[in-house]
Protein backbone atom coordinates (compact mmCIF):
# COMPACT_ATOMS: atom_id res chain seq x y z
CA UNK A 1 0.00 0.00 0.00
CA UNK A 2 1.41 3.17 -0.80
CA UNK A 3 1.81 6.31 2.15
CA UNK A 4 1.40 9.89 0.64
CA UNK A 5 3.24 11.62 3.68
CA UNK A 6 2.48 15.68 3.25
CA UNK A 7 4.70 18.45 5.07
CA UNK A 8 4.21 20.63 6.99
CA UNK A 9 1.61 19.29 9.04
CA UNK A 10 0.46 23.47 9.19
CA UNK A 11 1.96 26.55 7.52
CA UNK A 12 1.31 29.67 9.33
CA UNK A 13 2.37 32.97 6.65
CA UNK A 14 1.54 36.04 5.90
CA UNK A 15 -0.55 37.59 2.76
CA UNK A 16 1.52 37.90 -0.20
CA UNK A 17 4.00 35.18 1.11
CA UNK A 18 4.74 31.86 -1.10
CA UNK A 19 3.63 28.70 0.05
CA UNK A 20 5.48 25.10 -0.38
CA UNK A 21 3.96 22.41 0.41
CA UNK A 22 5.40 19.29 0.10
CA UNK A 23 3.83 15.35 -0.77
CA UNK A 24 6.23 12.78 -0.22
CA UNK A 25 4.88 9.33 -1.86
CA UNK A 26 6.51 5.84 -0.43
CA UNK A 27 6.53 4.27 -4.07
CA UNK A 28 6.99 6.09 -7.37
CA UNK A 29 4.42 7.75 -8.78
CA UNK A 30 3.62 6.57 -12.53
CA UNK A 31 2.05 8.07 -15.41
CA UNK A 32 2.19 11.11 -13.38
CA UNK A 33 -1.32 10.55 -11.39
CA UNK A 34 -0.97 12.87 -9.03
CA UNK A 35 -3.18 15.70 -7.66
CA UNK A 36 -3.40 18.40 -5.15
CA UNK A 37 -6.87 19.66 -3.55
CA UNK A 38 -8.09 22.44 -1.44
CA UNK A 39 -10.71 22.10 1.43
CA UNK A 40 -11.99 24.98 3.28
CA UNK A 41 -13.58 25.16 6.35
CA UNK A 42 -16.72 23.26 5.91
CA UNK A 43 -16.80 23.13 2.34
CA UNK A 44 -15.92 19.82 0.39
CA UNK A 45 -12.74 19.61 -1.44
CA UNK A 46 -12.04 21.39 -4.71
CA UNK A 47 -9.57 20.07 -7.49
CA UNK A 48 -6.75 22.46 -8.19
CA UNK A 49 -3.94 20.64 -9.71
CA UNK A 50 -3.61 17.26 -11.80
CA UNK A 51 -1.29 14.99 -13.98
CA UNK A 52 0.97 16.61 -10.92
CA UNK A 53 1.03 19.99 -12.93
CA UNK A 54 -2.39 21.09 -14.58
CA UNK A 55 -3.93 23.57 -13.18
CA UNK A 56 -7.82 22.71 -12.90
CA UNK A 57 -10.94 25.04 -14.76
CA UNK A 58 -10.64 28.20 -12.75
CA UNK A 59 -7.69 27.95 -10.49
CA UNK A 60 -5.24 30.68 -10.60
CA UNK A 61 -2.08 30.59 -11.93
CA UNK A 62 -0.83 31.65 -8.03
CA UNK A 63 -0.96 27.80 -7.95
CA UNK A 64 1.14 25.65 -9.42
CA UNK A 65 2.41 21.60 -9.04
CA UNK A 66 5.64 20.22 -9.97
CA UNK A 67 7.79 17.26 -9.09
CA UNK A 68 8.54 13.45 -10.33
CA UNK A 69 8.80 10.15 -8.95
CA UNK A 70 8.16 10.45 -5.11
CA UNK A 71 8.59 14.02 -4.56
CA UNK A 72 6.18 16.56 -5.71
CA UNK A 73 5.32 20.09 -4.48
CA UNK A 74 2.06 22.54 -4.62
CA UNK A 75 3.39 26.31 -4.68
CA UNK A 76 0.85 28.97 -3.93
CA UNK A 77 2.11 32.61 -4.56
CA UNK A 78 1.21 35.49 -3.81
CA UNK A 79 -0.69 34.54 -0.92
CA UNK A 80 -4.38 35.40 0.01
CA UNK A 81 -7.02 34.96 3.21
CA UNK A 82 -8.92 32.77 1.18
CA UNK A 83 -6.18 30.61 0.68
CA UNK A 84 -6.56 29.26 4.24
CA UNK A 85 -7.50 26.02 4.38
CA UNK A 86 -6.46 22.35 3.88
CA UNK A 87 -4.41 21.28 1.50
CA UNK A 88 -4.59 17.16 0.11
CA UNK A 89 -2.13 15.47 -2.42
CA UNK A 90 -3.79 12.53 -3.75
CA UNK A 91 -2.31 9.86 -6.18
CA UNK A 92 -3.89 6.54 -7.94
CA UNK A 93 -1.91 3.38 -8.26
CA UNK A 94 -2.85 -0.39 -8.82
CA UNK A 95 -6.69 0.49 -8.70
CA UNK A 96 -6.65 2.28 -5.26
CA UNK A 97 -6.50 6.08 -5.00
CA UNK A 98 -4.78 7.14 -1.72
CA UNK A 99 -4.90 10.94 -0.10
CA UNK A 100 -2.38 12.60 2.22
CA UNK A 101 -3.38 13.29 5.81
CA UNK A 102 -2.65 17.26 4.30
CA UNK A 103 -1.27 20.34 4.91
CA UNK A 104 -3.30 23.13 6.55
CA UNK A 105 -2.36 26.55 5.77
CA UNK A 106 -2.96 29.73 8.08
CA UNK A 107 -3.02 33.19 6.30
CA UNK B 1 -22.58 20.60 -12.94
CA UNK B 2 -23.45 19.39 -9.90
CA UNK B 3 -23.47 16.11 -7.64
CA UNK B 4 -26.48 16.14 -4.93
CA UNK B 5 -25.91 13.26 -2.37
CA UNK B 6 -28.53 12.00 -0.07
CA UNK B 7 -29.08 9.29 1.97
CA UNK B 8 -27.29 9.83 5.49
CA UNK B 9 -28.40 9.83 8.98
CA UNK B 10 -28.28 7.97 12.12
CA UNK B 11 -27.43 4.17 12.30
CA UNK B 12 -27.03 1.73 14.75
CA UNK B 13 -23.98 -0.24 14.93
CA UNK B 14 -24.41 -3.79 12.39
CA UNK B 15 -26.93 -1.80 10.42
CA UNK B 16 -27.55 -1.03 6.97
CA UNK B 17 -27.84 2.49 4.67
CA UNK B 18 -28.08 3.41 0.99
CA UNK B 19 -26.51 6.90 0.04
CA UNK B 20 -27.58 8.26 -3.44
CA UNK B 21 -26.18 10.85 -5.47
CA UNK B 22 -27.57 12.64 -8.03
CA UNK B 23 -25.51 14.06 -11.12
CA UNK B 24 -26.61 16.86 -13.40
CA UNK B 25 -25.27 19.36 -15.62
CA UNK B 26 -22.92 16.79 -17.72
CA UNK B 27 -23.03 13.34 -19.02
CA UNK B 28 -23.30 11.16 -16.42
CA UNK B 29 -22.49 7.94 -18.28
CA UNK B 30 -19.62 9.05 -19.81
CA UNK B 31 -17.40 9.34 -16.48
CA UNK B 32 -16.41 6.94 -13.67
CA UNK B 33 -17.39 7.76 -10.64
CA UNK B 34 -16.23 7.19 -6.95
CA UNK B 35 -17.16 7.61 -3.75
CA UNK B 36 -14.90 9.49 -0.90
CA UNK B 37 -15.51 10.00 2.76
CA UNK B 38 -14.48 12.08 5.89
CA UNK B 39 -14.10 11.44 9.09
CA UNK B 40 -14.45 14.14 11.53
CA UNK B 41 -11.98 16.10 12.02
CA UNK B 42 -9.63 13.84 9.71
CA UNK B 43 -8.41 13.08 6.23
CA UNK B 44 -9.57 12.17 2.77
CA UNK B 45 -10.57 8.25 2.50
CA UNK B 46 -11.32 7.23 -0.95
CA UNK B 47 -13.98 3.99 -0.56
CA UNK B 48 -14.72 2.69 -4.20
CA UNK B 49 -15.09 3.29 -7.57
CA UNK B 50 -17.18 2.32 -10.91
CA UNK B 51 -16.13 2.47 -14.21
CA UNK B 52 -18.57 4.11 -16.90
CA UNK B 53 -20.08 1.22 -17.76
CA UNK B 54 -20.09 -0.50 -14.35
CA UNK B 55 -17.49 -3.56 -15.34
CA UNK B 56 -14.60 -2.18 -13.45
CA UNK B 57 -15.13 -1.89 -9.46
CA UNK B 58 -12.69 -1.08 -7.20
CA UNK B 59 -13.08 -1.00 -3.27
CA UNK B 60 -10.60 0.04 -0.55
CA UNK B 61 -10.12 -2.83 1.67
CA UNK B 62 -11.83 -0.87 4.80
CA UNK B 63 -15.07 -1.27 3.23
CA UNK B 64 -14.25 -4.54 1.15
CA UNK B 65 -17.28 -7.00 1.77
CA UNK B 66 -19.59 -4.49 3.51
CA UNK B 67 -19.99 -1.56 0.76
CA UNK B 68 -21.43 -2.13 -2.90
CA UNK B 69 -21.39 0.74 -5.13
CA UNK B 70 -23.62 0.55 -8.07
CA UNK B 71 -24.71 3.33 -10.77
CA UNK B 72 -27.72 3.49 -13.21
CA UNK B 73 -26.43 6.27 -16.15
CA UNK B 74 -29.86 6.37 -17.49
CA UNK B 75 -31.20 7.96 -13.73
CA UNK B 76 -27.70 9.96 -14.02
CA UNK B 77 -27.48 8.76 -10.32
CA UNK B 78 -24.40 6.78 -8.53
CA UNK B 79 -24.98 4.80 -5.15
CA UNK B 80 -23.23 3.32 -2.21
CA UNK B 81 -25.37 0.17 -0.32
CA UNK B 82 -23.46 0.25 3.57
CA UNK B 83 -23.95 -2.97 5.65
CA UNK B 84 -22.54 -4.58 8.77
CA UNK B 85 -21.93 -0.31 9.69
CA UNK B 86 -19.44 0.08 12.21
CA UNK B 87 -18.57 3.25 14.46
CA UNK B 88 -15.06 4.05 12.40
CA UNK B 89 -17.77 4.08 9.35
CA UNK B 90 -19.33 7.48 10.82
CA UNK B 91 -18.01 10.40 8.28
CA UNK B 92 -19.80 12.91 5.44
CA UNK B 93 -19.56 10.80 2.68
CA UNK B 94 -18.93 12.38 -1.05
CA UNK B 95 -19.68 11.57 -4.01
CA UNK B 96 -17.39 12.51 -6.84
CA UNK B 97 -16.54 12.34 -10.81
CA UNK B 98 -13.57 10.50 -12.04
CA UNK B 99 -11.12 13.27 -14.44
CA UNK B 100 -7.79 12.69 -15.66
CA UNK B 101 -4.88 11.33 -14.45
CA UNK B 102 -7.17 9.54 -11.83
CA UNK B 103 -8.18 12.83 -10.17
CA UNK B 104 -11.41 13.81 -9.19
CA UNK B 105 -13.03 17.15 -10.68
CA UNK B 106 -16.27 17.49 -9.37
CA UNK B 107 -17.76 17.02 -5.76
CA UNK B 108 -20.97 16.64 -4.04
CA UNK B 109 -21.63 18.82 -1.11
CA UNK B 110 -21.01 15.59 0.92
CA UNK B 111 -23.59 13.40 3.33
CA UNK B 112 -23.34 12.77 7.12
CA UNK B 113 -23.76 9.15 8.24
CA UNK B 114 -23.89 8.64 12.09
CA UNK B 115 -23.50 5.28 13.08
CA UNK B 116 -23.74 4.61 16.74
CA UNK B 117 -26.26 3.26 19.24
Known amino acids: EIVLTQSPATLSLSPGERATLSCRTS???????LAWYQQRPGQAPRLLIF???NRATGIPDRFSGSGSGTDFTLTINRLEPEDSAVYYCQQYTQSLWTFGRGTRVEI | VQLVESGGGLVQPGGSLRLSCAGS????????MDWVRQAPGRGLEWLSHISTDSRTIYYADSVKGRFSISRDNGESSLSLQMNSLRAEDTAVYYCVRGFLFNSFDVWGQGTKLTVSS
Open chain 1, 27 to 33: QTVDSSE
Open chain 1, 51 to 53: GVS
Open chain 2, 25 to 32: GFSFGSFS
